[in-house]
T-cell receptor, first 114, second 113 residues
Framework: EAGVAQSPRYKIIEKRQSVAFWCNPI?????LYWYQQILGQGPKLLIQ????????DSQLPKDRFSAERLKGVDSTLKIQPAKLEDSAVYLC????????????FGPGTRLTVL | QQQVKQSPQSLIVQKGGISIINCAYE??????FPWYQQFPGKGPALLIA?????SEKKEGRFTISFNKSAKQFSLHIMDSQPGDSATYFC????????????FGTGTRLKVLA
């Protein structure tokens, strides 16, 4: 089966610019996650969707980050305006359902903010 | 209380040796503990996972040991191979509520040929 798809793979922007990332989960997976992975650290959950509803966005910096999952399938994560500290790899993952289902990760988008 | 502490930060092992990575947690609500393996430029991939109703789980060369009273768990890689060179992350989650995965800070493993 096809894995989690993400695009773009790399993005370089100036601070205060905006950027968007796209994720297509594994077909049939109800739960979709966006993680931020700063160099040398473990992934940190930004937002979790169950179908097209938000389950957890407690660590999403809502003043600059937004995410949506239209029709409960693919998802976009947007940063506007970007800050230097947003430089990280943004990982999308999906799972069939609950917290204990295996989470399958995409390859990530490496964002560099200059 | 949400943290998962992982050590060591990096590890160098000879081919054929045993690699051991340790994690500790505080939140007693955690009841699911997966380990992920990440190669450069790739997303993390599930390696093995354990629940606290067992003290050990083995899959091939990979074993998780779990100590519920000490709130610690560890990954043992037996007969380590150069292809095992990667970054390993432990994580913890709760099967109740909406607890997300809390990941450790990662261990970069290098297996020398």
């Amino acid at each position: 089966e096809a894995g989690v798809a993400q695009s773009p793979r790399y993005k370089i922007i100036e601070k205060r610019q905006s950027v968007a990332f796209w994720c297509n989960p594994i077909s049939g997976h109800a739960t979709l996650y966006w993680y931020q992975q700063i160099l040398g650290q473990g992934p940190k959950l930004l937002i979790q969707f169950q179908n097209n509803g938000v389950v957890d966005d407690s660590q999403l910096p809502k003043d600059r980050f937004s995410a949506e999952r239209l029709k409960g399938v693919d998802s976009t994560l947007k940063i506007q305006p970007a800050k230097l500290e947003d430089s990280a790899v943004y990982l999308c993952a999906s799972s069939l359902g609950s917290n204990t289902d295996t989470q399958y990760f995409g390859p990530g988008t490496r964002l560099t903010v200059l | 209380q949400q943290q998962v502490k992982q050590s060591p930060q990096s590890l160098i092992v000879q081919k054929g040796g045993i690699s051991i990575i340790n994690c500790a947690y505080e939140n007693t609500a955690f009841d699911y503990f997966p380990w992920y393996q990440q190669f450069p430029g790739k997303g993390p991939a599930l390696l093995i996972a354990i629940r606290p109703d067992v003290s050990e789980k083995k899959e091939g060369r990979f074993t998780i040991s779990f100590n519920k009273s000490a709130k610690q768990f560890s990954l043992h890689i037996m007969d380590s191979q150069p292809g095992d060179s990667a970054t390993y992350f432990c994580a913890a989650s709760s099967t109740s509520g909406t607890y997300k995965y809390i990941f450790g800070t990662g261990t970069r493993l290098k297996v020398l040929a």
